[in-house]
């Protein structure tokens, strides 16, 4: 029986040749990952049942995100928990402010994660890096503490579900809007416990951060992970990254899929996603009149250099709502150099924009760019829900970067499209 | 093991920014965590609920992050078990690996209201309704999972499975 890409990297990590949905299996990890909010309390696990050593010390990624630089004294004894964890056991993929990003654009960015690896993170978008042909998930403190000390983990097999997608991008129509779009069409339970698959001409096109955004918000839908098969676009991103062996895999074509959905590209207009859920999507175009006070580019999502440029175009030579501020979150130290030599920061600064070095910030109301009560932000983060920006009384909307430049702009949300004219 | 508590009622896609706001995950202690709980949606709950009492939510039950604060923050208000049509499975892995008991049981989600008194069987998955006299079944855990309930928890389950000296405690 054919296997999805899925089921053959659940296999080899396994040592086992065939595999089915629902089957549990206990699997080697390639990498193990924590932040600044989740490795604490892993660590405190860790040492709890006496445990003197880590697996590999070079299969371990811990990186300061959250709240990193430190918000507050609280914030800084727990980024200092880790450090000395990470110190102590000697980490080589330890980053310190300064050189650590957002970690699931930083991760593929600089080739720890590759290809055809098995992978957790405590930290639910660890499905990000789905979109290089792997099998990443996020799990809880208590699962990656276990995991760092045996660098095993147990998991459920999941079913996979396909998502088709033909023909051509719209204008200003990108991977958060084809992401978005079909967390609207099945609900943010719609993929739950199961590995989202998205293939078709038009994901074949794709660019590599693109289908990163894609597989980043896989748990928005409840998906234990998203997953594309890797191509020559894959490769070209990868190759000069890579820094060990990986490995390719594809889904049989007689592999089996639980759901089956098509999608055409030139159907999708840019969407957003209204409070107080991610599956509360609109194409732009019926959003109507929504004032905005604060207007956030960045995050795991859409912090990557695509996203910068794009919300570059839009705002060159145009000026910031006197009523909005925008705030502008590089996801790593390399995509904020790479925007500083392409004049891209200069442009938002122009525009009237504030730069923050990179940081989760905002995207969980952490620090730099918390919402008031009643004030409303449209932003390019992947997460809704009350009270996730700051006040339970604020209000988030999820758009992509060439939407959120535009409503930057016009202080209300709105299309780039409006912007031609 | 019975749990006998009365059920607070919450919808669906109750997720973990709700169930602890980001603002206290500078802190892993329990108590405080539990003092914070659900206040998104309702700022007296963390007050309101007495000890063992049973939360009964819709589907999807502790979605977005997996801040493993979410069952840690209702397990120290006080909340003995979650009923719900569904879980988000970060947070169902996260509930076990720490020891909150929970089920899923639609029939239970919808037939039980804020105030009833339960009583749970976790062994056998059974949720009586004592106010209205109503039985329901939820699936109980399966057997590997129960073995690591047993263990009393992940840690000690893989502290014992490589032989570390705390974990037989």
Known sequence: MGMTITEKILAEHAGVKEIYPGQLIKARLDLVMANDVTAPLAIKEFESVGAKQVFDRDRIVLIPSHFAPNRDVKAAEQCKIMREFARKHQITHYYEVGTAGIEHAFMPEQGLVLPGDCLIGADSHTCTAGALGAFATGVGSTDLAAALITGETWFKVPESMKFVFKGKLRNWVCGKDLILYVIGRIGVDGALYKAMEFTGELIRGLPMEDRLTMCNMAIEAGGKSGIVEPDDITLEYVRPRAKREFKLYKSDPDAKYCEVYEFNGEEIEPQVACPHLPENTHPISQVGNIAIDQAVIGSCTNGRISDLRVAAEVLKGRKVHPYVRLIVIPATPEVYRQALKEGLLETFLDAGGAISTPTCGPCFGGHMGVLAEGERAVSTTNRNFIGRMGHPKSEVYLASPAVVAASAVLGRIASPEEMVS | ?169
């Not at chain 2, 007296?44 to 502790?62: H, L, M, Q, S, T």
């Not at chain 2, 069987?121 to 939820?138: F, H, K, P, Q």
């Open chain 2, 1 to 169: 093991m019975l749990i006998r508590g009365k059920a607070w009622k919450f919808g669906d896609d109750v997720d973990t920014d709700v169930i602890i706001p980001s603002l206290y995950l500078v802190t892993s202690d329990p108590e405080e965590l539990g003092k914070h709980c659900m206040e998104a949606v309702d700022p007296e709950f963390p007050r309101k609920i007495g000890k063992g009492d049973i939360i009964v939510a819709g589907k999807n039950f502790g979605c977005g992050s997996s801040r493993e604060h979410a069952p840690i923050s209702i397990k120290a208000a006080g909340v003995s078990c979650v009923i719900a049509r569904s879980f988000a499975r970060i947070f169902y892995r996260n509930a076990i690996n720490i020891g909150l008991p929970i089920l899923e049981c639609p029939e239970a989600a919808d037939g039980v209201s804020t105030g009833d008194q339960l009583e749970v069987d976790l062994d056998t998955g059974e949720i009586r309704n004592m106010s209205t006299g109503r039985v329901y079944r939820a699936t109980p855990f399966p057997p590997f999972m129960q073995e690591l309930i047993a263990a009393g928890g992940l840690m000690k389950y893989v502290a014992k499975q490589v032989g570390l000296a705390r974990g037989s405690d």
